[in-house]
Every structure is written in C-alpha cells, then in structure tokens.
C-alpha cells in the first residue's frame, strides 16, 4: 500500500506515449521501457529552470537560517544577558502561532517591498525557524560548560569558540537540521505559489502544479510522471543516505509543513 | 556587565529581525486587518472599522462549504490514521526481521513532495477518455461500477482526499509510535507474562496506559495538521478548489488573498482568524479530555 503509488509511477513514466494510452486496463508491468519521457520533461516544459529555481532557493535559504540560528542559539545557550529569559520565553510563545495567520500579512509586506518574483522575495520570510533554534539551543547547552570556561582562559574569543569549538562538537545536530529544512524548502508550495506569478521563478512544486494545468496537453501522463519522479527523487536518496539522522530528528518532535 | 548585555543581544539581533518583521508584526496586522472594512489593497485605504469582514466570510457559501470539507477531514482522517498507525507500529514493534527496512518504507512518504505524489493518486483514481484508471478498474473487477473519482461525485471526491492524506500523515504518526513501544520498560511485560497474563489484556493494560501521551499528542498535532489541509486538496484537484467543492479554510484563505478571486486581505485575514478560533477551541477541548485519560 506504502510503495505501490512509488511504483506506479515509476513504471508510468517509463512507458511510451501511445502504450500509455492504448491500454484500456492499466498494465502492471511493461516490456519496452522507454526513457524518452524523462527527455521531454526536461526539453518541452522548463523543468530544468524550475530545478535550478528550487535549488537556489533551497540553498540560500538554508545557509541564511543556519547563520541566524547558529548566532541565536549561542546567545540563548551560552551568554548572559538582561532580558535573556524573557526573549526566549517569547520565541517559545511564536511556536504556537500558526503561519496561516502570519502569511497575509508576510504577502503584502513583500509585495509592498517590490519583491514579487525574486529570490529574495521568496527566501526572506523562510529564514527564521523557532524550532530549528529551540533544537540547537538544547544542543549547545549540553556541551559542559569547562570546554568555554577554558578557552575563555586561553583568550579566545566568543566568536572563535562558537566556530572552532561549539559548532564542531554539534555537528550531528546540524547536519540534522540542515537536512530536515532541506526538506522542508524542496516541497514547500504555498509561499512560492503566492509570491511568484512568472514562471522564472517557479520552484518544483509550483512547477509541477503548472505542468498539471498546462504542460504537455493534459493526456501525455507518462511525461507528467517522468516529472514527478524527476522533482521526487533528490529527497529520496537525500533520505536513504540520511535515514538514521532524519528519522531521530522527525521523533524529537517536528511536524511537516 | 554592560558590555555582555549588549554583545547578547548583537548576537540576537539577525533572529529577532526577522521574527520582528515576519511574526510579530504580521500577528498584530493581521487582526488590524480583519476590523478593516472595505480595504482596497491598490490605493490602501478602508471605510472604517467593525465586524463586517467576518459577517461577509461567515455568509459566503464558498467559506462554508469550505469549513464543512475540513469539518468531514478532520472527523475521517485523524481517528483513521491514528488507529492504523497504532496497529502498523504495534506490528513493526513485534517483529524482529526486516523491521528496520519496513520502518525505513513505512517513511519514505514523508519525504516526497505533497505535490508529486498528488498527482500519481490522482492518476490512480481518475477517469479519462481512455482509460478509467487503475482504482476503477479494480473496483470492476469486484463487480462494481466505475466512478470518476477526481470530478465525479462529491463523497468520492472526499474518499480519494482522505485517503490521500492519511497516506501522508501514516508515516510521521508511525515513527513517533515505534519509537513510544520502544521505550517501555521491559520489566513490566515480563512481571505480566510471569503472571500468565494474556496479550489481549497486556496491550490495554500495559501498552496503551505506557504510551497514552504520545497517543494524545498525535492527536492533538492530528487535528491542527488536518485543520490546515490544503495542498493535498490541490494535488488532488488542481488550484481552482472552489469550483471542484473541495476547498478548505486554509485554501479558502489563500484563494481570498491572491488569484482569480483575490484581493481581499480583509477576508482572508478573518477567514484566518476564524480558522485558528476553530483551532483554538479544539486543542483546548483535547487537551481537557486528556486531562481524565492520560497517564503520566
């Protein structure tokens, strides 16, 4: 029940056109594997463009979290500050609030700023994550406190033990998070569908929407399913190189979306 | 300690502006917004304040039909996915061979693209000019009669969207349950079987008390994820949800803001807000059961 729709549509997009199309009872298998729809998905709509688009996008988004976060999560950890409690106690308090209620407000602060159909457009209002930062946060603070105290004594800097020390040691964790927003940018949907209207800068879910409603003509199925299984494969071998790491970061407690 | 004060903060400032322009104001516009009548979102100017945006959203037949889809959503989709997901990792939990590959299969749809993945269910169930799909014919071959799934009747349309979202939540709601089994002490199952107890009575005794938290937090994420459905339904049967009869709250609330009929961050604004009252009301009538049947 779990692999067969993975299997029906890979079968799908290897079968021909007009084999597709002459079988009245779907076949379960074919003999004549074909991959020329996996080149008209590429040539005659512009999946390729909505790759390099959603890899622009999943990157830049990624990185400029990962910064933001790394620097909060320090703060939050490991320095001491007025105000320090009551901040953190806020950002816990925005976990609860649902971004149904924030992304009006987010389309008009964009649209207002001119930023329509550009990467920044789309990146900026994806770059904060309270429960990235909330994940490291833990992460850092369990790191023992002898370690700072000791480069502390040595001289070195904040920002040097936050680089060479802090973020060495957690690396699991990071990679963790990289990867689960990694995720999470390759399938986000509804953001990019509100901000962007011109197909250059179409990411593959929006891609794929548009292909559904006007690539192809709406009977060429293979060529459809040879999209698809092109936009699902990256985050399938993404997950079978990182199965361990993303299964134990999905259980410490994250939903999808 | 001045100097301290003032480097945490340095070190906070990237996170809080962005949780400044993108939380914080949002959340305190989005309610201006809402008591904004007439708002023209070109010129930016209103009539005057009041409660007729949600009196407007409140009466459109497209909202409450909306509200009446994620209504039957909700009420199919979380007791069904929980249970199933329940029986599948009390399965995974007994069985030694094979059980990392199953775990391993039984995620892979948390990973793929809502939107993808759609799109072979929606080959799956629809019926064309040349073909009646794959279901369909199945169906036939059990003696029934083919129906169009994707543009046919209503309850059809909602059994292909149920089933499609319960396929995308199994896997999360899976993983969390194995990981719950797992982590109940041992000895309590062997002090049961020294005592001859019988499996019947060691999983409603034993099992479901240990594990009746992470059970009530499923739920409780069950109902707000289900509550905000919404690209599912566009997988399922294209942007224009509207004139399919299949929108949700949430599509509701975009389709008001941008599209063929949007514009109207007003509505969409109240539509939200109504939608997290619903949400609101729920969580807190969950969490009062819970409060009778869960054991910590």
């Known amino acids: 029940m779990v692999l067969f729709p993975f299997y029906w549509m890979i079968l799908t997009s290897v079968k021909s056109y007009a084999a597709y199309n002459g079988e009245a009872v779907p076949q379960l298998y074919t003999l004549s594997p074909t991959f020329k729809n996996y080149l008209d998905a590429f040539t005659t709509v ?27 999560a320090f703060a939050f950890a490991r320095l001491d500050f007025k105000g320090k409690n009551v901040a953190f106690t806020l950002f816990l308090a925005l976990m609860m609030i649902p971004n149904e209620l924030v992304i009006i407000t987010n389309f008009t602060t964009i649209t207002n700023w001119n930023m329509r ?39 070195t800097k904040d920002i040097t033990y936050l680089f060479k ?44 929407q548009e292909i559904r409603e006007h ?23 993404i997950f079978l190189i990182f199965r361990k790491k993303i299964m134990a970061g999905v259980s410490r407690g994250g939903t999808k979306g | 300690m001045k100097k301290s004060n003032l480097k945490g903060w340095l070190y ?21 917004y809402s008591f904004e009548e007439g708002y023209n979102f070109a010129s930016q100017t209103f009539f005057g304040k009041g409660l007729y945006n949600f009196s407007y959203v409140l ?63 929606m080959i799956l169930f629809k019926k064309t000019a040349y073909t009646d799909g794959l279901v369909n014919v199945i169906l036939n071959t059990f003696g029934g009669s083919s129906i169009d799934f994707i543009e046919g009747p209503y309850w059809a349309k909602m059994f ?25 002490n041992k000895n309590y199952y062997d002090a049961a079987r020294v005592d001859g107890t019988t499996r019947g009575r060691i999983f409603t005794k034993i099992t479901l008390p240990m594990i009746s938290p992470t059970i009530f937090y499923l739920i409780i994420t069950g109902f707000i994820g289900a509550f905000k459905a919404y690209s599912d339904a566009v997988a399922l049967f294209g942007t224009d949800l509207n004139s399919a009869g299949m929108n949700t709250i949430v599509g509701y609330v975009y389709d008001m803001l941008y ?6 961050p007003s509505y969409a604004s109240a539509a939200a807000i109504v939608l997290f009252a619903i949400v609101l009301t729920i969580t807190c009538i969950n969490l009062m059961v819970s409060k009778k049947n869960v054991h910590y």
């Open chain 2, 12 to 32: 906070l400032l990237p996170a809080f502006v962005f949780i400044g322009i993108f939380m914080i104001y949002p959340l305190i516009d989005v309610f201006v």
């Open chain 1, 165 to 208: 020390v802090l973020v060495p040691i957690c690396r699991p964790t990071i990679v963790t998070i990289i990867i689960l927003k990694v995720i999470e940018c390759w399938n986000s949907y509804v953001w990019p569908r509100l901000i962007t209207d011109d197909e250059a800068y179409y990411l593959v879910s929006n891609g794929i």
């Open chain 2, 59 to 121: 009466h459109d037949t497209f909202f409450l039909q909306a509200v009446r889809n994620t209504f039957i959503l909700v009420l199919i989709t979380v007791p069904i996915s929980t249970g199933l997901a329940l029986l599948i990792s009390v399965c995974l939990n007994s069985i030694k061979v094979l059980r990392d590959f199953l775990q391993t299969v039984y995620f892979l749809p948390y990973v793929t693209n809502t939107l993808a993945v759609g799109m072979v269910f």
């Open chain 1, 117 to 155: 159909n550009t990467f920044l457009g789309l990146i900026l209002p994806s770059v904060m994550s309270i429960f990235y930062l909330y994940l490291l946060k833990e992460n850092f603070a369990q790191v023992p406190d002898e370690l700072y105290h000791a480069a502390k004594v040595d001289g």
């Open chain 2, 259 to 264: 599209g063929n009929s949007g514009g109207y």
């Open chain 1, 46 to 72: 512009n999946l390729g463009k909505y790759f390099v688009n959603s890899i622009i996008f999943t990157v830049a988004s990624t990185a400029l979290m990962m910064v933001v976060i790394i620097f909060a």
């Open chain 2, 160 to 184: 292909v969207l149920c089933f499609y979202t319960i396929w995308i939540v199994l896997p999360f709601k899976i993983l969390i349950l194995t990981s719950a089994l797992a982590s109940v």
């Open chain 1, 215 to 237: 690539g192809f003509g709406r009977e060429n199925i293979p060529a459809m399913m040879a999209a698809v299984v092109a936009v699902s494969l990256p985050l399938i071998v």
